[in-house]
């Protein structure tokens, strides 16, 4: 389930394809065993840069841009988010929440 200010988002997931589904679960994943307090977009990013087989590296590849230079800035970004102690629910940021109810607009 994914969680905003403590409420489960009413987002359908199997809306999704499946490789951002895996997305969404890795991010939510690595920021929860990096002690963030949620995840947001860098931790989408980083996970979809990351996945075997999705689409972002083989594009960012075929625009010429070195994912390993994308994926050393985000890495860098995410260790200076702050981080807690203590377990709950891994909730989804605001931003990362507007980028889906954007998406889901855009969709329809």
Known sequence: MLYFLGEVLPMRLDKLTVKVQ????AAQGAASEAGHAGFGPLHLLDALLKQEGGL?????????????RIVSV???ELGRLP???????M??????????????????
């Open 91 to 108: 909730a989804m940021d605001g931003e990362l929440n507007a980028v889906f109810v954007r998406a889901g607009r855009e969709a329809r």
């Open 56 to 68: 972002v590296a083989p594009l960012l590849e075929k625009v010429g841009i070195p994912r390993e």
């Open 22 to 25: 895996e997305a969404i679960m």
């Open 74 to 76: 985000v890495e860098s």
């Open 83 to 89: 981080t807690q102690s203590g377990g709950g629910g």
